[in-house]
């Protein structure tokens, strides 16, 4: 099983990003899959998420309006339009995936490595 995410990088306040996170070894189209982010002294987060059975999504109020989560079944990949970036958003953000149908815990099944996400102001 893989999960490779990228698309982080250094942007300024305002700005936008794109992630992407690539998967394999598993049925993509079966699984929950989503986005953690952790920074620097603060608890693990998450962001978003893509409830594959009911193919409806969830945001954390941080992000929600601002965060778009989408997934590319034909592909295995899942996506993050991040806009209106904001200074608070910096964290490394981990794609996530797990076969359970609503999971809101941070017990997901499998990790990717995580990308750095750094928002200046």
């Known amino acids: 099983v893989q999960l490779q995410a990228s698309g982080g990088g250094l942007v300024q306040t305002g700005d936008s990003l794109r992630l992407s996170c690539a998967a394999s070894?598993?049925?993509?189209?079966?699984?929950?899959v989503g986005w953690f982010r952790q920074a620097p002294g603060r608890e693990r987060e998450l962001v978003a998420t893509?409830?594959?059975?009911?193919?409806?999504?969830y945001y954390s109020n941080s992000v929600k309006g601002r965060f778009t989560i989408s997934r590319d079944n034909a592909k295995n990949t899942v996506f993050l339009q991040m806009d209106s970036l904001k200074p608070e958003d910096t964290a490394i953000y981990y794609c996530?995936?797990?076969?359970?149908?609503?999971?809101?815990?941070?017990?997901?099944?499998?990790w990717g490595q995580g990308t750095l996400v750094t928002v200046s102001s």
């Open positions: 996530v995936a797990d076969p359970r149908a609503r999971p809101l815990d941070s017990y997901y099944q499998y």
């Open positions: 070894g598993f049925r993509f189209s079966l699984y929950t």
């Open positions: 893509s409830f594959y059975r009911t193919k409806t999504t």
